[in-house]
Antibody, heavy 124, light 108 residues
Framework: EVHLVESGGGLAQPGRSLRLSCAAS????????VHWVRQPPGKGLEWVSS????????AYGDSVKGRFTISRDNAKNSFFLQMNSLRPDDTAFYYC?????????????????WGQGTLVIVSS | DIQMTQSPSSLSASVGDRVTITCRAS??????LNWYQQKPGKAPKLLIF???SLQSGVPSRFSGSGSGTDFTLTISSLQPEDFATYYC??????????FGPGTKVEIK
């Protein structure tokens, strides 16, 4: 059974940094691209970032480009989201998710497994 | 960037009703459209991928259709466990997997 577990959320001051982790199990990790999606409390889903199997292809949403960095460690079946220059509007539940069928960032992909989410609050 | 809209933003329905949710893309996305269900306090769950393919384990009362810019998610006979928020997602752009704003399905 696929299992994704986020960690690293918490309270951060504006301008500071936070690093989220997602531990994966139940599938061959380096066979799939992986993703981060966030959701401000009471609001909708926003795609944040994606990474292909070998870290050769990265993608970011416009609202986080230049501030957030996605990475992965296939030896540890984990991937990460380094969040710098945090702003109050980054406050959200952050979910990690697994590609439905591809190791690459491809047209036609879907997110077939999700973690339970970790809450990031940015406030002074 | 491709923008996604959904209608209605919310609806009230009764158990047994047929429910249809619409998703529209700002440009043609072929059939690169996915649907997710989210219940309060839970992670989203994939229902439909590639516009009309039912994810394994999802009840057959859920179906998807459409291509180009207009898509629909249909629940043929609403069940108590289907009260949730539904999101569409485009995957036409492999570098921008944007979601629609969601449709909340509530009990009438």
């Amino acid at each position: 059974e696929v299992h994704l577990v986020e960690s690293g959320g918490g309270l951060a001051q504006p301008g500071r940094s936070l690093r989220l982790s997602c531990a994966a199990s139940g599938f061959t990790f380096d066979d799939y691209a992986v993703h981060w999606v966030r959701q401000p409390p009471g609001k909708g889903l926003e795609w944040v970032s994606s990474i292909n199997w070998n870290s050769g292809s990265l993608a970011y949403g416009d609202s986080v480009k230049g501030r957030f960095t996605i990475s992965r460690d296939n030896a540890k079946n984990s991937f990460f989201l380094q969040m710098n220059s945090l702003r109050p509007d980054d406050t959200a539940f952050y979910y990690c998710a697994k590609s439905g069928h591809s190791p690459q960032l491809v047209q036609g992909d879907w997110f077939d497994s999700w973690g339970q989410g970790t809450l990031v609050i940015v406030s002074s | 960037d491709i923008q996604m809209t959904q209608s209605p933003s919310s609806l009230s329905a009764s158990v047994g009703d047929r429910v249809t949710i619409t998703c529209r893309a700002s440009q043609s996305i072929a059939t690169f459209l996915n649907w997710y269900q989210q219940k309060p306090g839970k992670a989203p769950k994939l229902l439909i991928f590639a516009a009309s393919s039912l994810q394994s384990g999802v009840p057959s009362r859920f179906s998807g259709s459409g291509s180009g810019t207009d898509f629909t998610l249909t629940i043929s006979s609403l069940q108590p466990e289907d009260f949730a928020t539904y999101y569409c997602q485009q995957s036409y752009s492999n570098l921008q997997f944007s979601f629609g704003p969601g449709t909340k399905v509530e009990i009438k």
